[in-house]
């Protein structure tokens, strides 16, 4: 896998994760053909720590990758995408946890400066 796709998913990861989303065909309403491709652009970006206008435009529009990624968020897409994935991996996400090295702070909670 080249060095700017080393975020991406898998062949395997792919084939396993793409039957439990939506947009497939058969599914209702309109099929959605970019599923990998986006869940790649949200996986770079997390991966990245870039903001969101920095996307690579491979993914496609940074403004519609952020809208949908929003979407499924408030959706609560992601947590059942997640344990879905720890299922099939063994993982007991009730363990998992954030950290600053994954969480961003706000912008203005950086650079203030220290009491005295």
């Known amino acids: 896998m080249p060095e700017e796709h080393r975020y991406e998913l898998t062949d395997y990861q792919w084939e396993h994760l793409a039957p439990h989303l939506s947009g497939k065909n058969g599914d209702i309403g309109r ?13 770079w970006i997390t991966h990245s720590g870039a903001p969101w206008r920095d996307l690579p435009q491979r993914y496609g529009k940074w403004g519609t990758v952020f809208q949908r990624y929003n ?3 408030k959706a609560g897409r992601w947590e059942a995408i997640l344990r879905l994935i720890a299922e099939e991996e063994g993982v007991d996400l009730d ?4 950290d600053s090295t994954v969480i961003r702070a706000h912008q203005h909670a950086a650079g ?4 005295t």
């Open 31 to 43: 099929p959605c053909d970019d599923n990998r491709r986006f869940i790649n652009g949200v996986l």
């Open 71 to 73: 979407r499924w968020s």
């Open 112 to 115: 203030q400066k220290k009491r």
């Open 95 to 98: 363990w998992v946890s954030g």
